[in-house]
């Protein structure tokens, strides 16, 4: 029985994704969704089609390659979303609206009220939703949430991270996008309140401040490096008033 994915966008994480899927037992892409169906034809050739040495492929039907979401055949089990952060709203409401299982490429949405209406989407018509933040699945970050659920480490008082790579040479086209949904912090920033979390889980602690400065491109306002300092409280503690 095999699982049967759809993907909807052609770039870079759509096709490490489809090269994933075959390397997986059991799983395999049936369709691809883009705006114009000759960037998804040539996905399809590009990333879908190609022999993995090792691997047994089934002589199923030809990997459809559709213009709009609409298209999908029936038989696709969940979609995988990738593209631009502020294309996946759009696209993972639509595919909620339809009943579609989704697991959309982080970060999920560009802002709270986004996130929420996803959610509250998804429960409304029982669809199943996650954010694909990979980290979360790596067996030292589940290593560490054990440790961290049994009390072993002991109570966390702070977590510090940091991340970053060189961009002597400029910030690269894909992060850029616009001033409010692109840049570092939507992009790697988001992996350092992954960690956080493990230790300050939302449904144990809120999030009581935050501070954070940046600095940002000439042209057009992108964040290009970002520090930032989160202070969490458990749930139900009042919030004490600095003396």
Known sequence: ????????????????FSHAV???????????????????????????????PGKKTSPGPPI????????LPAEVDAV?????????????????????????EKSLATTV????????TALKNDTFL????????FPATAKAREL???GRI???????????????????????????????????????LEKALLAYPTSTFDCASVAATAVYGVDDGVDLSVAAGLRFEKKGKKQQKPK
């Open 1 to 16: 029985l095999m699982f049967r994915w759809a993907i909807s966008s052609t770039g870079k994480i759509a096709a490490d």
């Open 22 to 52: 075959r390397q997986l037992p059991g799983h395999e892409v049936v369709a691809v969704v883009s705006r114009s169906r000759e960037a998804a034809s040539r996905f399809v050739s590009e990333h879908c089609e190609t022999t993995t």
């Open 64 to 71: 459809k390659a559709c213009a709009a979401i609409g298209e």
């Open 80 to 104: 995988y979303v990738a593209g631009p952060n502020d294309a996946h709203f759009a696209a993972v409401k639509a595919l909620l609206e339809a009943k579609r299982a989704v697991l959309c």
């Open 113 to 120: 009220a986004e996130v929420e209406t996803l959610v509250e």
């Open 130 to 137: 996650m954010e694909g933040m990979w980290t979360r699945c």
């Open 148 to 150: 961290l659920r049994a």
């Open 154 to 192: 002991g109570d966390v008082v702070a977590v510090s991270a940091e991340f970053g790579y060189n961009i002597a040479n400029g910030c690269p086209a894909s992060l850029r996008g616009d001033p409010a949904t692109g840049g570092m912090t939507l992009d790697i920033g988001i992996y350092m």
